[in-house]
């Protein structure tokens, strides 16, 4: 019999980028990387697990964009012909590599993978969503939500309509792609700020994730530290990372995706080949970019690209399962521990973004079948579970205040405001007021209704808090740059156009076509409170 839980947690997020006005946008391939690379395995696991009888048990958020961009028929039509280019490459790989014996391998390796990639995109006929949704029906994944377009929350406090419309658009969304409402919620960067959590309660929601130190420094200290989650005021539940199991897969120092064996990410074919040849593959206008066939590995650090060996899969997958095999061992004796001291089952919350499994540790998804396998047949020290799950098995929590957190940088909110992104929020901070005062109005016909909602939504995409980010990170900065100065510019024409009564019907018409997100939205979410 176990005598505490684990709860594995992902994270599934990307910004709303769609682009209909253009032939190719680079930044739409965030999406079809992420298809391929995280969210296809994870099914292929998930099915894997199903298949031999694993009753597995985990907690997965998927934001409204997300969800959005998976469910759009202009980006499944993208990615189809994006998995052919990635095909036609590899058959030219394993005809290229013909007598090169391990080059071969690789080559196959790839060219098995996205046929793979293939008849599990087909057999959902192209609706992940779908394919999703089967394992929320089953009981094996919790999907919860996170905010509307991931906006920042504790930078906007001082706007409460505008903190209520990203978790009741999230929450309404989420109940027309799922037929139920959440339980949970991710909030955005894990950022909390006190008093959100009676709008999260109001939401209908029962329970957030925040960082672990928001749960340690809450008013009174938790007894049980972040072993447990409190109960807020509210009466809804704050969960917080565990450290311990976090730095062991997210360090850079000594977390499993630095293992030597595995693959590296920065050496990409799309790089390496000869330009003629690789050519077709990569940017239209010629620049090359990566194409996702990767044939080396991590070898060592400190090493230069150029130094790299080749990778080996089988070797990867071997140490996939001795990390998984680690990962469960720290987590029994870290349990034990525990509950030495607790006298109660203990709960370790452990939490990652979604895309780290596969996009960026590439043999993340075999450590997470591996995980779930091992904890199933090799230990009953521990119980996988769902956080709603644990909330029914443990319904009593002492009752905090929890502490303002994210798991940023520092972990607060200095890395969504800084001198890189400050000035945006001057111009979020007006669209919001805006947005609240037209929330107030009353439709003169059908003409203005769609412009109200349109400024409803230019106002949620302006607001996410990936392109403060990426200003931080210093990462494709131009286009963060250009996406939230269009959606306020969009904004404010539509806010100028209500107020002189006077709408560009045309111009409306395109603008809602390429920004389509949340096509039932009410604008009169933005009401007073």
């Known amino acids: 019999m176990s005598i505490g839980y684990v709860a594995l947690v992902l994270h599934a997020h990307l910004p709303f980028v769609r682009h209909p006005e253009s032939d190719y946008v680079l930044e739409e391939e965030w999406l079809y990387e992420a298809i391929t690379e995280t969210y296809v395995p994870l099914l292929q696991v998930f099915e894997g697990l199903k298949r031999d009888g694993i009753d597995f048990k ?40 013909a007598h090169n014996g391990h080059m071969k391998y690789l080559a196959e390796h790839y060219a098995k993978e996205f046929n793979g990639v293939r008849q599990t995109w087909e057999k959902y006929d ?107 005021e509210s009466g809804v539940a704050a969960f917080g990372r565990d450290h311990e199991s976090s730095q062991q897969v997210w360090s850079s120092e000594v977390g499993y995706p630095g293992s030597v064996e595995y693959r590296e990410f920065y050496r990409d074919l799309g790089w390496d080949a000869e330009y003629e040849y690789i050519k077709p593959y990569i940017m239209p206008n010629g620049q090359r970019k990566n194409v996702g066939i990767k044939y080396h590995r991590i070898t060592g650090k400190g090493l230069g690209l150029s130094d790299k ?21 720290n987590r029994e004796r870290q349990i034990e521990n525990l509950y030495g001291m607790m006298h109660r089952p203990p ?63 520092k972990g607060f909110h200095e890395y969504w405001l800084n001198d890189t992104n400050a000035w945006i ?32 939504r230019e106002v949620l995409l302006a607001q996410s808090s990936d392109w403060a980010f990426i200003m931080r990170t210093g990462t494709m900065v131009p286009y963060a740059v250009r996406r939230t100065r269009s959606h306020l510019q969009r904004f404010n024409k539509l806010y100028e156009d209500l107020n002189i009564g006077k709408v560009d019907s045309g111009w409306l018409e395109k ?7 949340f096509p039932n939205i009410n604008y009169r979410v933005y009401r007073p409170l």
């Open 309 to 329: 060996q080749l990778y080996d899969p089988y070797w990867a997958k071997e140490k996939a399962a001795e990390n998984a095999a680690n990962f469960m061992y």
């Open 511 to 517: 603008v809602e076509t390429i920004d389509n997100i």
């Open 126 to 232: 192209r609706n992940l969503i779908k394919a999703f949704k089967q394992f929320l029906d089953s009981g094996n994944l919790e999907i919860i939500t996170c905010g509307a377009t991931h906006g920042y929350l504790p930078l906007m406090k001082m706007y409460p309509q505008a903190v209520w419309a990203q978790l009741q658009v999230a929450c309404e969304h989420y109940e027309e792609t799922f037929g139920r409402p959440p339980k949970g919620i991710w909030l955005p960067e894990c950022a909390y700020y006190e008093g959100v959590e009676r709008m999260v309660a109001d939401a209908g929601l029962r329970y957030f994730l925040t960082d672990g130190h928001g749960i340690l420094y809450a008013r009174p200290r938790p007894r049980f530290g972040s072993y447990a989650p409190i109960f807020t």
């Open 58 to 97: 985990m907690t997965m958020s998927m934001t409204p964009p997300l969800v959005s961009m998976l469910l759009d028929p202009l980006l499944q039509e993208r990615y189809d012909e994006h998995l052919a280019q990635l095909e036609e490459l590899t058959e030219l790989e394993v005809e290229r590599h």
């Open 347 to 409: 709960l370790v919350v452990s939490p990652y973004d979604a895309e780290l499994f596969g996009h960026w540790w590439y043999e993340g998804p075999w450590f997470i079948d591996y995980l779930f396998r091992k904890s199933w047949f090799d230990q009953d020290t521990f119980a996988m579970t769902h956080l709603a799950d644990y909330l029914k098995a443990e319904p009593t929590q002492q009752v905090c205040r929890p502490s303002q957190s994210s798991w940023g940088y």
């Open 425 to 456: 929020y001057p111009h979020l901070h007006k669209a919001a007021e805006r947005m609240i005062e037209l929330g107030k109005r009353e439709p003169a016909d059908e003409l203005e209704w769609r412009a109200l909602n349109q400024a409803a």
